[in-house]
């Protein structure tokens, strides 16, 4: 009975949602009515200032009682207010505020932005060590309360660290166009709109909410790649607009500095950060700032990197650089996150210099400045040393600065890593950085204790993620694709938390209780790392997406010879970076002698960092036993398969889960699995071309169940050669001989008479939408229209490759010995309509 009740409940659940609530849905949980016991009589925000953050909490509470236990309860400001002494009461607010108004606590001594909780009963006290960190408590209460766990607890919680910052590479635009977001995947700027700020900051605020509730502290607003229009008169107005809907959040504000925005908007003659007009110049924008937004959290700064203009111009040191801003911002309490995400990919020559390293880069430029920054600078490291690839050893800059703030970027947007297309849940990479054990001094050095501040006794230092949330309803184009944005704020406050938990958590808040949903999206999510690490790129290889255009589908050849500096190094017989000290680019030198002498050697290397630190033949055979070739073909084979169970895994929860969130996440899943296909067949045939050492299991370069487009009997369609090659089986693809005509492949079909699934890999260019139709026997089996442009948010291309290869599969189908198979490609605008192949696959079979 108890069983039947709670399935009733859990299809009661399923209404329609489109995402926009996160993780803050405040769903009711089940037999609500039994816990009303628990909800205390009115709540007390003992502040009532419309923009102070227990205000906030207040009426957070009061949203939550209604959705959770569907229970109306009042607002009170006082302690003992109208209603009495006796009735129950959640009561939130600072220690200090709580001391004022009579309360007495025994509050252990909280740290900066920290809370206390008492629950007992229908009554509970939240008190922050700030209203930021009552906000938090509030938060973390309801929380609980939105999962069922609803039981006394007392306890104080504090941040690891106090940089708990987002950063948004949002663009002004101009001429008409809304704000776009570099690697951004989920739509436009919330915050921006043809050149200046949006006026309707309803999702700002939105997100502010979601922001607020995972303890994020601060949002740098635009992209790093900044523009010096952001700081007209008109624009810092507008940005005071942002400030203001931030701060009942406990949010504050950051803005991302274009270096040499006092030549170009300034009208002086130059940017030379020590010229005292200048100085002056920035000080008097500074000034502007704080005026307009008094508790601005300060300055982000990308300087003398891909293009962006900075102090090594004048032969000025880049930290004098950041400490000409830190000087501006010190009055005001305001801090400086500067980037080292500085190279100089002129002076990178791949053929000429076995010793150039674009991974050297950050400790050549930081390193000697350790000391030399302001006590208000942080030095802003990217995990890795190259680039948020799939796999990286954590950069040594973090166990090279002593006396620097530093903290670690993480990239929540999934730029590499399949951007919001394919499931890939960070936190596991993430923990493989933030636990890495530097041995500096031989002593332990967590990179989590390095940014907190703890390893070297810093005031400063902490967390910046860079999220680029669109106004897509699901935030970041996916609902899966939210738990790294909840999971970020989790480990920036704690980051020993554990993976799992975290996901558990966040997937009871967002998609309730049902355990088999659960389960699922667990092992799923759990999963879904390695496996794309599986069918991308293995062994530290770096991702091995195309790194000139979109950093999405694969283009193994782009990550050699490019003038960034992500390189394989891959010939004939070899691959890999040769980094060490001996013979290579020096890199494993920058670490403390433990991990260097670990680095430095194949045999002491792990796998699967063994090709960022190596240059090996295919055939050099791993710990695993495996050759690294055998070891490529393997784990694309298994990487891929695994993308195609978690569309079954997901179709186990259909009805589980209402019925909009269900269908766009399947959709999903279901392009992953065919573009894992792509994944796993581009990077075999390249390098199996490249070594011409044939795959033991025989798999790859053999697909019997394919038919090649350019083998059918082709009428207006004519056989293109695809660039890259391996985006294309057998390198070949056809197109329509015009931008308007229609094309027809056709062929005898070759089999025992049943049930197929018929799979047809096309490419889906983002300039146009063409019309495709597939019919056996003279029985039309599907049509299908080639719009993913405007439904999967990728990088865009306009290319016959990587990125626009995708495959639609059409189940069960009845196929006769003989039936003809046709397909109908109508173009349209610029798209001809590509076909790759056809798989005529017994049911159960994926190739
Ligand atoms: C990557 C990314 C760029 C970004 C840069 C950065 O290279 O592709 O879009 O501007 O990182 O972090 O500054």
Redesign the pocket.
């Known amino acids: 009975m108890f069983k039947l009740l709670l399935f009733l409940f859990f299809l009661g659940l399923v209404a329609a949602e489109n995402g926009l609530d996160g993780w803050l849905r405040y769903a009711p949980i089940p037999f609500a009515h039994k816990h009303h016991g628990h909800i205390p009589d009115k709540i007390v925000a003992l502040n009532s200032t419309e923009s102070s953050p227990v205000n906030t909490a207040g009426l957070e509470l009061q949203k939550g009682f209604k959705g959770i236990f569907d229970k109306r309860v009042k607002i009170d400001d006082r302690i003992h207010g109208r209603h009495g002494k006796g009735g129950s009461s959640v009561i939130v607010g600072t220690v200090e505020q709580y001391a004022n108004a009579g309360g007495k606590a025994d509050v252990p001594s909280l740290g900066n932005d920290g809370f206390w909780l008492d629950i007992c009963g229908s009554t509970a006290r939240i008190l922050g060590q700030n209203e930021r960190g009552a906000l938090y408590g509030a938060f973390e209460y309801l929380s609980r309360l939105a999962q069922g766990k609803i039981s006394d607890d007392t306890f104080a919680s504090n941040p690891d660290a106090p940089i708990r910052w987002i950063n948004q590479?949002d663009n002004l635009n101009e001429g008409g166009t809304h704000g776009s977001i570099?690697?951004g995947y989920g739509g436009y700027s919330i915050f921006f709109d043809n050149g200046t700020i949006v006026p309707d900051l309803t999702r700002a605020a939105q997100y502010a909410r979601l922001l607020a509730s995972i303890r994020v502290n601060a949002v740098v607003v635009n992209n790093?790649?900044a523009n010096y229009t952001l700081l007209t008169e008109e624009n810092m107005d507008g940005l005071a607009r942002i400030a203001d809907v931030f701060r009942p959040w406990g949010i504050q504000m950051g803005l991302s500095l274009y270096f040499a925005s006092p030549e170009e908007l300034g009208g002086l003659d130059t940017f030379d950060p020590l010229d005292e007009r200048v100085i002056a110049w920035w000080h008097d924008i500074t000034d502007k700032l704080y005026k307009r937004v008094p508790d601005m959290a300060g300055y982000l700064v990308?300087a003398n990197?891909?293009g962006q203009p900075g102090p090594l111009t004048y032969n000025r040191t880049l930290a004098e650089g950041a400490n000409l801003f830190a000087k501006a911002v010190q009055p005001y309490g305001g801090v400086v996150m500067f980037?080292a995400?500085v190279y100089d990919s002129k002076t990178l020559n791949q053929t000429l210099d076995w010793r150039a390293d674009r991974a050297n880069a950050a400790v050549e430029y930081f390193g000697e400045l350790d000391g030399k920054f302001d006590d208000n600078v942080v030095v802003q490291i990217?995990y890795g040393p190259i680039?948020?690839q799939v796999r990286e050893p954590a950069s040594p800059l973090f166990a090279n600065l002593f006396e620097t703030n530093t903290a670690i970027e993480l990239q929540i947007t999934q730029?590499y890593l399949g951007q919001q297309c394919h499931v890939v849940y960070l936190p596991p990479l993430w923990r493989t950085i933030l636990d890495f054990d530097m041995r500096v001094d031989q002593k332990p050095s967590l990179v989590s204790d390095i940014v907190s501040g703890k390893r070297f006794n810093r005031k400063l230092g902490g967390y910046a993620g860079?999220a680029n949330v669109g106004t897509n309803t699901t935030w970041l184009g996916s609902h899966l694709a939210m738990s790294n944005l909840y999971a970020y704020g989790r480990l920036a406050w704690d980051p020993s938390s554990d993976s799992v938990e975290i996901l558990q958590d966040w997937t009871r808040l967002t998609f309730g209780f049902d355990p088999k949903v659960l389960h699922t999206i667990t092992k799923l999510s759990m999963d879904s790392w390695p496996t794309y690490e599986k069918y991308t790129g293995n062994l530290g290889i770096q991702t091995l997406t195309d790194i000139l255009l979109g950093?999405y589908g694969p283009n193994p050849a782009s990550q050699d010879g490019n003038p960034w500096g992500q390189w394989t190094r891959a010939d004939s017989d070899s691959i890999g970076m040769d980094r060490t000290v001996w013979n290579g680019t020096r890199f494993a030198g920058q670490y403390p002698s433990e991990v260097a002498e670990l680095y430095e050697h194949p045999e002491t290397t792990p796998d699967d960092l063994l090709l960022w630190f190596h240059h090996v033949p295919y055939t050099h055979r791993l710990h695993s036993g495996k050759t690294v070739i055998q070891h490529f073909y393997d784990e694309h084979y298994d990487g891929a398969a695994r993308a195609q169970d978690y569309v079954h895994m997901w179709k186990s929860l259909r009805g589980r889960i209402d019925k909009e969130r269900y269908e766009h996440v399947l959709h999903r899943l279901i392009y992953q699995a065919g573009h894992a296909l792509v994944w796993r067949d581009s990077i075999n045939t390249f390098y199996f071309n490249k070594s011409g050492i044939p795959d033991d299991a025989g798999r790859v370069a053999n697909h019997p169940y394919r038919i090649e487009a350019e083998d059918m009997i082709l009428g207006g369609y004519l056989p293109y050669a695809v660039s890259p090659f391996e985006a294309a089986s057998g390198a070949t693809a056809v197109v329509t001989a015009s931008n308007s005509s229609t094309g027809t492949a056709e062929v005898e079909l070759k089999v025992p008479d049943g049930k197929y699934d018929l799979a047809v890999n096309y490419f889906d260019l983002a300039i146009g939408r063409s019309e495709w139709s597939l019919s056996v026997g003279g029985r039309e089996v599907g049509r299908w229209e080639g719009d993913s442009e405007y439904v999967l948010g990728h990088a865009p291309s306009p290319y016959i490759d990587g990125h626009s290869a995708m495959r639609i599969t059409f189940e069960n189908v009845w196929v006769r010995n003989g039936d003809k198979l046709r397909i109908v490609g109508q173009a349209d605008g610029e798209e001809p309509a590509p076909l790759d192949y056809v798989s005529v696959l017994p049911v159960g079979v994926v190739d």
Do not use: L
């Open positions: 590479w570099e690697r790093v790649n990308k990197s891909e980037r995400f990217k680039d948020f730029e860079v950093h």
